[in-house]
């Protein structure tokens, strides 16, 4: 039985993976740098197996995971297209990806530290995630100018 902190962090994981797989479909089609695209393709990867374990301890729970809310989801498509309509640079892409992984260790930190008596598991899949998105801003400042 899952108790509503570890609702409350498996559901923000949950989100979180999300978010990074829409962010990166979002602006996959407009990355010309063939190192960027490759690192964003193995991204995603990541992101889908992520997504995969939190919704596998979700279901164990007899639970659904906690969908993003289709105007939100809407806002921030139409934000990254809005972003990427005059500036599809290498740098700019990076930038913003770099911007929404942090974001999500935020997001995420915030859930496991308000949640203080979820599972110890349930954080420990949080901290994957967020280590996860710190190796991805690592790899992202690369193609940020010099």
Excluded at 25 to 32: E, F
Excluded at 60 to 68: D, I, K, L, N
Excluded at 93 to 122: H, P, S, W
Aim: hydrophobic share 40%.
């Amino acid at each position: 039985m899952l108790t509503t902190a570890d609702l409350a962090v498996l559901n923000e994981a949950y989100r979180n993976t999300k978010a990074g797989l829409e962010a990166i479909n979002a602006v996959i089609s407009k990355v010309y740098d063939e190192d960027l695209a490759l690192d964003l393709n193995r991204q995603a990867v990541r992101f889908l197996t992520l997504e995969d374990k939190v919704t596998d301890k979700i279901r164990e729970g007899c639970r659904r995971p906690e969908q993003a809310s289709p105007i939100g989801k809407a806002v921030r498509w139409t934000s990254m297209q809005a972003s990427t309509l005059l500036n599809t640079s290498t740098e700019h892409v990076a930038d913003l990806m770099i911007q929404g992984n942090a974001k999500g260790i935020t997001d995420l930190m915030k859930a496991v530290k308000t949640n203080k008596g979820a599972r110890k598991e349930y954080c420990e899949l949080a901290e994957e995630i967020m280590d996860f998105e710190e190796k991805n801003i690592e790899r992202l400042k690369n193609y940020l100018g010099d």
